[in-house]
């Protein structure tokens, strides 16, 4: 029990000297089949997970334009041809060749927090998807920046401001008292009862 307690105190430094991992930035592919410019494809030989020779002069293309252009995403879309196995065995092989381009595209200097490696099946994807061995590598269209709100400057020694008047509980209305007999001023002469002169 000791020796397990010892390996656990030691993993803090040792996950520390790790590499840290890229986090993909938040962006989907959808549609991404469907956009005309900056579309590069990039071939595999049949059954090939791997990109050949062919590939080179396309994914060079490809990695240059993303590096140029760092504010663009790029979308990585494995295709996989119907002769290459059934279905769940072509969408693996479809996965592997994204991730192969999307690994290739990184190792040409573009940062991996920009890819998103996909895998396209014609029988499961909403637009046209080619029906060949390759991998399509698309880079999005640029985002307009985000505008962000400007956040009041603080000093260490500022207080809380008081909570605008729309957070604040509106003020009980206070209640309606019926005055009392005594407190209700005279009108002239008190009202002779009925019958009596």
């Not at 993993?11 to 956009?35: D, I, S, T, W, Y």
């Not at 969408?91 to 996909?118: C, M, N, S, T």
């Amino acid at each position: 029990m000791l020796h397990i307690l010892l390996v656990l105190a030691a993993l803090p430094p040792f996950l520390a000297a790790l590499p840290a991992q890229a986090q993909p930035r938040p962006f989907n592919c959808v549609g991404a089949e469907k956009l005309e410019e900056d579309v590069f494809a990039i071939p595999f030989a049949r059954g090939a997970a791997a990109p050949g020779e062919a590939a080179r002069s396309n994914l060079a293309a490809a990695a240059e334009l993303a590096r140029r252009e760092p504010e663009r995403r790029i979308c990585v879309l494995g295709h996989a041809a119907a002769r290459e196995g059934g279905a769940t065995t072509g969408v693996q092989l479809a996965a592997k060749r994204a991730g192969q381009v999307a690994a290739a595209l990184a190792k040409l200097g573009v940062e991996r927090d920009r890819i998103r490696a996909e895998a396209r099946r014609a029988n499961f994807a909403r637009g046209v998807v080619p029906e060949e061995r390759s991998v399509t590598v698309v880079l999005l269209p640029a985002l307009p920046p985000e505008a962000k709100p400007a956040e009041p400057a603080r000093t260490p020694d500022a207080k809380p401001q008081a909570a605008p008047a729309a957070a604040r509980p509106a003020p009980a209305a206070p209640a309606k008292a019926e005055p009392t007999p005594a407190a209700r001023p005279a009108a002239g002469p008190a009202p002779v009862p009925a019958g009596r002169p």
